[in-house]
């Protein structure tokens, strides 16, 4: 064995040397050296009889697999627009300038690379970076010249003050989620008096709907995965939390975790299905180790495992896999192939994962928040829960408040309340536009922050990003557009160009070179994208940017200048290497003004 292999082996022996497992045993791998070097490729397809080339298909997909040396440092500066008006452009400068380093370069001797990644989720306490997917948070100048200084000195990460590491919850406004922690095992039991039919009929008076964006009625998402044929079912929690200025489920992780897993073995006692898997997002990994903690805590109060709470036949456990910085894993189908150790391409719907999902089994897909509404109302009851909110939108919403207000953090409401009450209370006087959620949601101005949160007015996975006055929409149009053409999985022709053609049209727009021409064109490219692409992403992708344009017009139309165009491409500029070679630069050898 070679001194590769025997460090291979033990991880390959962790997954069962089972190839659905490739994304979690590259990641794994990568801890070994930093990147997956061409000896780890090799000996890790060779050992699952794999082609390399599925190797290479993980690692051109997934941000945060490498296929070339990163530095033992590898800082990674979260690019949401937040984070970006609390200063993190600047930051990053700095730190460049301090280590004499050139954004996405790795130093010279191997020590340090820095780049940008997609939002940390820290949006409430930005701004913040990751170091080797460790978050550090509340970043300012000075804190920058002690990390500067640690890495310089090489100290280990564990070495570094624990108060660089500090994640923390923010917790402003509490109701039936996030108020006192509740009573491990209730919802089990209280479940299990009812039984499994008793407690899917008590689901479907809730009238809960899936807070991970689409709102889907969870008891039919239920009934339906307990209803496909199959032998086998999985239940599986989406905790990817992607979505630009979202961070509501990495407080429900951190700080409510029992109640997650007492959800997901609700679903599991309705379906049937005995095995379970939480999507936890790669930016997260710091919360894995607590995560697995609970998950043992719970198996020897026997809340998990064999013979749930003494119930015969209600078996179930829940393993934990880890993404690699895919935002468009969040989509279900595309977290599904991820699961199955693949690039998170979205699938082609129908089949929907309840009947076709993991491994073609009946697959019941949730969120977070949706898993733990699901334990609340087994403690609490249909009628209770469902007496919060609005008919419609029954119980309450988490919002994940950020931006321009003095207290960015977590508030949970009751649904139906209004834009102006949460400005209110997360102190925001001064307001231009709120971005609901995310970058794939709405832009809302102030003749409609009367607007309730709520399915029937303005839905909302939780972002809620505020902007005050003083910002420039165009800044925010940019920050989106760039994060789409990012992340856009490439499948699909319109999202894939698309995104990449409305990002470089916004940026000349920004720079003041954008004319009528690319306003009517992003017009037609938002048609396009919502029409044609194949999933959610592409669909959403000019969401925010066609509010801004219809409701911050003027803002646009100033920059637009008067002639009906100007090229992005310098074609005189790009002849200077034939003029060079040609020995002439007189004025015949210049294109005219008119070309
Ligand atoms: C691009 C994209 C990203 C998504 N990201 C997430 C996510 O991070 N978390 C989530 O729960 N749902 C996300 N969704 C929605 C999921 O596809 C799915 O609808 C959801 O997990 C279902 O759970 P629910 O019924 O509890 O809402 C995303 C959808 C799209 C199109
Ligand atoms: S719409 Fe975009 S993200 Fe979705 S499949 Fe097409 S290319 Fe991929």
Known sequence: MTEIESALDPILAKYHRDPTALLQILRDAQDLSGWISPEIRAAAASALAIAPTRIDSLTRFYAHLYDAPRGKYRILFSDNITDRMAGSVALMELMLKKLKLERGKLSADGLVSI???????MCDQGPALLVNNLPATRLTARRIDEICGLIRAGAPLDQWPAEFFQVEDHIRRADLLLGAPKKRGEAIRAALALGAQGFLDELEKSNLRGRGGAGFPTALKWRSCRDAPGEKRFVVCNADEGEPGTFKDRVLLQSFAATLFEGMALAALVTGAQKGFLYLRGEYSFLR??????????RREN???????????????????????????????????SLEGKPGRPR????????HGYLGFPTLVNNVETFCNAAAIATIGAAAYASRGTKQSTGTKILSVSGDCQRPGLYEYPFGVTIAQVLEDCGAPDVGAVQVGGAAGNCLIPEEFGRRIAFEDQPTAGAFMVFANRRDPIEAARNFAHFFAHESCGFCTPCRVGT????????KIAAGHGAQYEFLDLKRLHDILRASSHCGLGQAAMLALGDMMQKFKPAFERRLITRDFEPDFDLDAALARARELAGRDDAAAHLGEDI
């Open 289 to 298: 180790a607590p995560l697995e903690a609970t998950l043992a805590e719970m």
């Open 115 to 121: 780049d940008f990644t997609s939002c940390t989720g």
């Open 348 to 355: 082609i719907r129908p089949p929907f994962p309840v009947t």
């Open 500 to 507: 990449s053609l409305v990002a470089g049209m916004i940026d």
């Open 303 to 337: 809340l998990l495992g064999a013979t749930i709470g003494g119930a015969k036949n209600f078996d179930f456990d829940i393993d934990i896999h880890m993404g690699a910085g895919a935002y468009v894993c969040g989509e279900e189908t595309a977290l599904i192939e």
